[in-house]
């Protein structure tokens, strides 16, 4: 049954409660950093990093922080793993840590590091919040990998900076515009929505068919 629950708690995050397709939160890395790839993935990764480790220590001090301190206390837990992950891309990635930029550092105040240690580290045990974090953590990774795959590809004919369309291919330099940040996220968006909505009908189908 414990195994069930954490299980549940981790594929939430994936898909029915994804950050990025679902529930519309980091628009500001998702939209800044994914002109490529590999900047998604280590974006993707750096911010799973802090979620698993600020809704560990989260959890473990639930009971310890006193509530009216709580959002500042989450600030010094959720800064103290960013600057970890921040200096070891610095120091083993230096290529990233240059793209990425100030987006690493501004992991501090993203909302969707805030709202899982609001609203479900601060309020379960330390296993599942774990099992949160990854589960977000890889859900919203997934959506950057996803994202940024398709306008690299479209923007340059690249993926992960290795040429992977014919030579006559034309780029479309829109994809890696700003815009086409903009256009290509709404389009995911409606294919993941429907596709997620598909899914939940099928499935009340299948159920109503057993009753």
Do not use: H
Request: charged residues 15%; glycine residues 8%.
């Amino acid at each position: 049954m414990k195994n069930n629950r954490l299980i549940k708690v981790f594929t939430n995050g994936l898909l029915n409660e994804n950050p990025t397709f679902r529930l519309l939160l980091g628009m500001c890395p998702t939209l800044a950093i994914t002109k490529a790839a590999s900047s998604g993935l280590g974006m993707g990764l750096a911010t799973t990093f802090v979620l698993v480790f600020s809704n560990m220590v989260v959890s473990m001090l639930r009971n310890i922080i006193p509530d009216k301190v709580r959002i500042p206390a989450y600030v010094v837990v959720i800064a103290t793993f960013v600057t970890i992950i921040d200096l070891m891309i610095k120091a083993f990635l230096p290529a990233l840590s240059s793209t990425l930029g100030i987006y690493i550092p501004l992991i501090v105040v993203n909302c969707i590091i805030f709202a899982r240690a609001e609203s479900f580290a601060s309020k379960n045990p330390v296993l599942p919040s774990i099992a949160d974090g990854l589960g977000m953590g890889l859900g919203f990774t997934g959506a950057l990998v996803l994202l940024s795959s398709v306008r690299e590809i479209i923007g340059t004919g690249a993926w992960f900076g290795v040429q992977i369309m014919p030579e006559g291919y034309q780029p479309m330099a829109i994809a890696t515009s700003p815009a086409g940040g903009f256009l290509f996220l709404g389009i995911l968006l409606l294919l993941v929505n429907a596709a997620v909505q598909y899914i939940e009908r099928r499935k009340a189908q299948k159920e109503e068919e057993i009753l």
